[in-house]
């Protein structure tokens, strides 16, 4: 029962995330919850006795994507268009 409980959470955060990234005007800010989200997923991963994925879609996922969509974001100019 306790483990159903955690995977409904797991998966409440995962779809709680994912709508921030649509949600969230700013491109850093969406970055950063596409991240939570990879994070999410990767304990997702392992609570289904999967982890290397999970070890995968940390660091790739969550870590190396995030970096280099911050340091494009950062590198070019930001026109979310505010009003």
């Known amino acids: 029962m306790i483990y159903f409980i955690l995977q409904l959470l797991v998966l409440t955060g995962l779809v709680i995330?994912?709508?921030a990234v649509i949600w969230f005007k700013d491109l850093i800010s969406a970055a950063i919850a596409l991240g939570a989200s990879s994070l999410?997923?990767?304990l997702q991963f392992y609570l289904l006795r999967a982890p290397d994925v999970a070890i995968a879609e940390a660091a790739v996922g969550a870590a190396l994507t995030t970096a280099?969509?911050?340091f494009a974001i950062r590198a070019s100019e930001r026109e979310e268009g505010y009003k």
Do not use: D, N, P, Y
């Open 68 to 70: 280099i969509f911050i």
């Open 17 to 19: 995330t994912a709508v």
């Open 40 to 42: 999410i997923l990767s």
